[in-house]
């Protein structure tokens, strides 16, 4: 399964484009552009489950690192800051990794 199967490949270009500058990620306007926001809970499930790399059944601040390189090979890493903003924004329990449940909650809000 890859993300294209999901999301269009033109979607996915045009949002990791919008962010290739650091420190100017934002979850929500990324979700909006490459049109995650507006796919199904199951959809959502199967993006979750591409970025999670080891299959934790989290996504982990170590992964969320390369969140952008899961869309396009070759895109930038997340700054430290974009990824602890990223993580507190979805970390409802403050477990430090995120799991489904609040990925999908953080894509659809």
């Known amino acids: 399964m890859s993300l294209n199967s999901i999301l269009s490949a033109e979607a996915i270009e045009n949002a990791v484009k919008d962010c290739q500058a650091p420190d100017s990620f934002c979850f929500r306007k990324f979700s909006q552009l490459c ?29 969320l690192k390369f969140f952008l390189l899961r869309f396009v090979p070759g895109a930038r890493t997340l700054t430290a800051a974009e990824t602890k903003s990223f993580m507190s924004a979805a970390d409802d329990d403050s477990d430090g990794r995120i799991g489904v449940q609040e990925f999908q909650k953080m894509v659809l809000s």
């Open 35 to 63: 049109g995650l926001s507006s796919k199904t809970p199951q959809e959502i499930q199967e993006v979750f489950q591409i970025l999670d790399e080891d299959h934790s059944g989290f996504i982990e601040e170590s992964e």
